[in-house]
């Protein structure tokens, strides 16, 4: 299934490092999404682009930072991460609609170790 | 009462059985409401959505009760393959955005 893409698939960093991780979704929607989740633990929503302008953003820390180009494209700046930051990234995509909330299509996400 | 509440498991069934989960939501004004299944190391996937007069996809179930706040699945002859954790998904407080429990683990055993 190729829905909604993200790379890479896993990324090991030092604290110091700074990286991106990028996700692109085929379906035509016109709203993405990033999560954490944590082992054990639920889904975190971390923030929210609809018609590419961010209406979400979870009280997520400034080290984590978002981009997104267009409605196909949202990638996650990362720098200066703490260890406790190690997660499964999960970028999501759905269709927004005035009233209504459809579901939500996961890329296979970004396990990401900070060392 | 907690925004949405979902028995972590493990539930432990043998091949065959019929088993059956349940999630509680707290926002009554709750629209859209969805199942995903999770394995393990991987994404979330659609299992299906719950409409309100309940809806069947061979041999899985949704229902909604509206009442008493909560969705139900059930999975009928459970096979070996529907190991998984199960995520419950609605409406948040705000109604603005979906919001997921912390899933329920199902184990099938031979």
């Known amino acids: 299934e190729t829905g909604v893409t993200q790379t890479p698939r896993h990324l090991v960093m030092g604290m110091t490092n700074k990286k991106s991780l990028k996700c692109e979704q085929h379906l035509g929607h016109n709203a993405m999404y990033w999560y954490k989740q944590s082992a054990k633990k639920p889904l975190e929503l971390m923030f929210v682009y609809s018609l590419e302008e961010r209406v979400e953003n979870n009280s997520v820390p400034s080290r984590f930072s978002p981009e997104c180009p267009n409605s196909s494209h949202l990638f996650l700046h990362l720098h200066t991460l703490q260890p406790e930051d190690s997660a499964l990234y999960l970028c999501?995509?759905?269709?927004?609609?005035?009233?209504?909330?459809?579901?939500?299509?996961f890329g296979p996400g970004t396990r990401l170790t900070v060392l | 009462r907690k925004e949405v509440e979902q028995d972590p498991g493990p539930f432990n069934v043998p091949e065959g059985a019929t088993v059956a989960f349940n999630c509680t939501y707290s926002n009554s004004a709750s629209q859209s409401f969805f199942w995903y299944r999770q394995d393990c190391r991987k994404e979330p996937k659609l299992l299906m959505s719950v409409y309100s007069s309940g809806n069947e996809d061979g041999r899985f179930t949704a229902q909604l009760n509206r009442a008493s706040q909560y969705i139900s699945l059930l999975i009928r002859d459970s096979k070996l393959s529907d190991s998984a954790t199960y995520l419950c998904s609605f409406n948040n407080n705000a109604g603005n955005m979906l919001t997921f429990g912390g899933g329920t683990r199902l184990m099938v055993k031979p």
């Open positions: 999501a995509s759905s269709q927004a609609a005035s009233g209504t909330l459809s579901a939500q299509y």
